[in-house]
């Protein structure tokens, strides 16, 4: 691999981690001026149709393949990691959401051990005593505080998110055949179903079409979405997964560095902490899958 190649692949990968981190903040402020389900429904759905053409027009199989797996993948992934991110940025900081929800590789561990027979081991302990820790410090069981609701929905989030990635992994491994693009396609769009119908029948007031709630729409769909989608096939092709997965990492620091700049979400003593073990768990992780080799596939890549 030439050296230039891997310059412009880590290139590629640092603006997507920009690009995701800051996308936290998009969100936040998307939800002052929709209902979560609203924002959800419009960003999901949008960002469908976007992939959609996307296939089309690189001439990708748009045929809809194993059903089944991909409406669980889609409320797995849409509904349960997307819908609930975004409910929980209703109260709670964009900051803390990002790094609760960036716990998925762990939950991923934990969850390959009964589902994939993937042992716990080494020093993956240390991960999941460092990722366990942190929780605990952000959530502070003693003082719960108003946003105690949201930042469990964060949490529930990765959980999701996780499961899918596992979900992903065995779709892949029975039919290895099937186009990534459109195993991202079809469970996106099936996925927004439920929140469009969610959106439509929960009361809520009616959309505030600022300039600001256009430009998190766009910024949504086409940056953190088609051309993320873009980067991130490209990184994962001239680079490791596990190199891809421990940079990819850097998005929650970035949400937690900018809520605080551009929002004044200034983390308290214990929750920095807490972020701190979280992101020392991650990057644990994604060494032992750098020194592992693990195949690449889709739901291990957004890791």
């Known amino acids: 691999m030439k050296n230039n190649t891997v310059v412009k692949a880590l290139a590629a990968l640092f603006i997507l981690t920009l690009i995701w981190g800051y996308n936290w903040v998009v969100m936040k402020l998307a939800v002052q001026y929709a209902s979560p389900f609203q924002f959800a429904a419009l960003r999901t759905f949008l960002g469908a149709i976007m992939l959609f053409i996307v296939l089309y027009l690189t001439k990708r199989p748009l045929e809809l393949k194993e059903f089944p797996a991909m409406l669980t993948l889609g409320l797995l992934q849409t509904c349960g990691f997307t819908g609930l991110l975004i409910w929980a940025l209703v109260q709670g900081s964009a900051g803390k959401t990002a790094v609760l929800a960036y716990t998925m590789p762990f939950w991923v561990m934990l969850f390959a051990w009964p589902m994939l027979g993937e042992k716990v081991q080494g020093w993956q302990w240390l991960a999941v005593v460092f990722a366990l820790f942190g929780i605990v410090l952000i959530f502070d069981p003693l003082h719960i505080k108003s946003d105690g609701f949201s930042m469990f929905l964060a949490l529930c989030s990765g959980i999701s998110w996780a499961i899918s990635a ?3 992994k065995k779709l892949h491994q029975r039919a290895p055949h099937l186009d990534l693009l459109n195993i ?3 469970p996106t769009l099936l996925g927004s179903i439920p929140i469009i119908l969610i959106a439509l029948i929960v009361p809520a007031p009616p959309i505030q079409w600022t300039h600001t709630f256009a430009l998190t729409i766009v910024y949504s769909i086409f940056l953190s979405g088609s051309l993320a ?5 490209y990184a ?5 997964a596990g190199v891809a997965s421990m ?3 850097l998005a929650p620091v970035i949400g937690v560095l900018s809520a605080w700049l551009q929002l004044g979400e200034v ?3 214990g929750e920095l902490i807490g972020m701190l073990f979280i992101v020392l768990s ?3 992780i994604s060494a032992i899958s750098i020194k592992k080799h693990m195949p690449v596939d889709l739901a291990q890549g957004q890791e």
């Not at 989608?229 to 096939?233: A, E, G, K, N």
């Not at 994962?236 to 490791?240: D, I, P, S, V, Y």
């Open 247 to 249: 940079a990819s990492m």
């Open 184 to 186: 991202t396609a079809w």
């Open 236 to 240: 994962l092709q001239r680079l490791q």
């Open 229 to 233: 989608w873009v980067l991130w096939m």
């Open 267 to 269: 983390p308290t003593t």
């Open 166 to 168: 596992i979900v992903s």
């Open 282 to 284: 991650l990057v644990i």
